[in-house]
């Protein structure tokens, strides 16, 4: 089967607000707190259908999302048990004749960060996101990673690792973003969590 694995990546232990943002785009079962979770993204997209029969008919994990289009297809598988998940992910590999090592190296686009917001760019900041608020004067976080679906461990590591608020992030499509809140301090050390894991994730090349 000739399939290009874009995005393959485990999130071990699901954090609050990245479990809860989660059920506020997903349309399929939410993940919950500390769950486990696998996102995938391939092309061309009609494939993720292959992807997903194989993972549900092999393990008990449940999807939270699954988005078709003509060039990509994504989902997220998620259970309790990490085992499910790492069995559907070893399956799902196997059975596509492809490796963890297939896919695509994460690429960071832009990263910004914005100190002492104003309030009319946090209300602006608040109308698009569907997580939590952005306060006037606090500092404001965006990264823009390749593939998209890289996105879900970047927003999870940040909150790991720091006291910030999940704005947004957005894991699908032609790049991921994630939005984060919160002190100045507290930004820093979430962006350093967040590029450190996208760092260490190895994969082919992929120079834009």
């Known amino acids: 089967m000739s399939i290009d694995l874009r ?10 607000q990245t479990a809860g943002f989660l059920g506020t785009v997903s349309q399929g079962y939410h993940p919950l707190e500390n769950q486990s979770a696998l996102f995938i993204e391939v092309s061309p997209g009609m494939d993720i259908n292959i992807v997903t029969d194989i993972a549900l008919k092999s393990t008990s994990v449940q999807p939270g999302m699954m988005i078709v289009e003509r060039r990509y297809g994504a989902l997220e598988l998620h259970h309790e048990d990490q085992g499910q998940v790492h069995t559907a992910g070893e399956t799902i590999l196997d059975q596509l004749g492809v490796q963890q090592s297939d896919r695509l190296k994460p690429r960071i686009v832009s990263a910004q960060t914005l100190t002492g917001i104003e309030g009319y760019q ?3 900041v608040n109308r698009m996101r569907h997580g939590n608020f952005l306060l006037e004067n606090e500092t404001l976080y965006v990264l823009e990673v390749h593939p998209a679906g890289y996105a ?35 930004i820093e050390e979430a962006a350093k969590a967040a590029l450190n894991a996208l760092a260490q994730i190895e994969g082919r090349p992929n120079e834009g």
């Open 7 to 16: 995005c393959f990546t485990y999130v071990n232990i699901l954090q609050p």
């Open 122 to 124: 946090s209300q602006l």
């Open 152 to 186: 879900l461990l970047a927003a999870n590591e940040a909150e790991k690792a720091a006291d910030i608020n999940i704005l947004e992030f957005r894991a699908v499509g032609a790049f991921g973003r994630v939005y984060l809140g919160g002190s100045e301090a507290n």
